[in-house]
């Protein structure tokens, strides 16, 4: 028998999720590991499909179709290697415990989104291309003013999980002041004392550094556009790590050639930007290639954090709630 079956996606991202033996699957509970599938959608998968118990999904998993499903009867569990699940269950989720370690990812995106802020404070990236350029002396009482991480104020876009995360690293340092702007009651629960709420254009006005991580929803979308870049202060830094979008692209391109701003963007809309895009080659402008998540040695801790779910499973208890419907 078959218990659990692989597809999370390419078998280098399987091996960096869970090692070249699988080792970290094979010891649950003394159950057997089926054959990676690499696509959901061949016949070659029907005969893992029909007997595994367990299948484990990640970023590039095909859709669970109501036909995928169905060529799945002894199927009960989903475990997703990622975070949201909702792209992967496009015809409802058939009665499955469906478990992600979203919570394991959302630690690496919280950490660059923090060292992120701190640096942008700073004008690291700013003092870096001057050095190089001038190659000398730089006069830093001239040249970095405002520069620093005293008495400045972060704005933080929703109380997700990795926002929350964010705020909570940004109470270390006493220095810097946390904005949040969530519309929803929920939102409250759990701040600490000091995080002051405000609606989205006194965030945008009144911080030196704002960071997005709103979910992506129809009432999200763009829900950064041309009048809500106007109201960032000069030299503000916008931090995306979330979805690109969640702001309006040529929006944002318009304000980023002003130089009126700066930004640090994770994520893209679209994603890659195309060759051409004039992002790509403004000095106030960082582009990294959506690695905020979980990459190298992070994958190992979802891989373990995977494992872990499936060890509850086999236990018949739970080791996190179920994603909720």
Do not use: C
Request: charged share 20%; no cysteine.
């Amino acid at each position: 028998m078959i218990d659990y079956a692989l597809a999370v996606g390419s078998a280098r991202l399987t091996e960096r999720l869970f090692g070249t033996s699988l080792d970290v699957l094979r010891d649950v509970q003394g159950r057997r590991v089926g054959d990676i599938l690499h696509d959901l959608r061949s016949p070659a998968s029907d005969q893992t499909l029909a007997q595994a118990e367990a299948l484990v999904t990640g970023w590039d998993t095909a859709p669970l179709t109501a036909d995928v499903l169905a060529r799945a009867p002894r199927l009960r569990l989903v475990v997703h290697a990622g975070g949201g699940t909702d792209h992967l269950f496009p015809d409802g989720y058939g009665g499955l415990t469906v478990l992600d370690v979203g919570d394991v990812n959302a630690v690496p995106v919280a950490e660059y989104t923090l060292a992120m802020i701190l640096l942008a404070n700073k004008e690291t990236f700013r003092a870096q291309q001057l050095y190089r350029h001038r190659r000398t002396v730089v006069d830093r009482e001239e040249e970095f003013p405002v520069a620093g991480n005293y008495d400045r104020t972060i704005g933080v876009i929703s109380a997700s999980r990795i926002g929350r995360l964010v705020i909570e690293h940004l109470e270390s340092f006493p220095g810097l002041r946390t904005l949040l702007y969530d519309p929803h009651p929920s939102a409250r629960a759990g701040l600490p004392p000091g995080v002051v709420r405000v609606d989205l254009d006194t965030l945008l006005a009144s911080s030196d550094v704002v960071t997005v991580h709103a979910p992506v929803l129809p009432e999200t979308h763009r829900m950064i556009g041309s009048r809500e870049l106007a109201l960032l202060r000069d030299g503000a830094t916008l931090i995306n790590t979330a979805r690109g979008s969640l702001i309006d692209a040529g929006a944002l391109e318009a304000e980023l050639v002003s130089g009126r701003i700066q930004a640090i963007l994770d994520v893209t809309d679209p994603e890659p930007l195309p060759a051409q895009s004039p992002l790509y080659d403004l000095p106030h402008v960082l582009l990294t290639p959506h690695i905020a998540g979980s990459v190298g040695t992070e994958l190992r801790r979802m891989g373990a954090a995977v494992a872990d779910h499936l060890t509850a499973a086999a236990q018949h208890q739970h080791a996190t709630q179920p994603v909720p419907r």
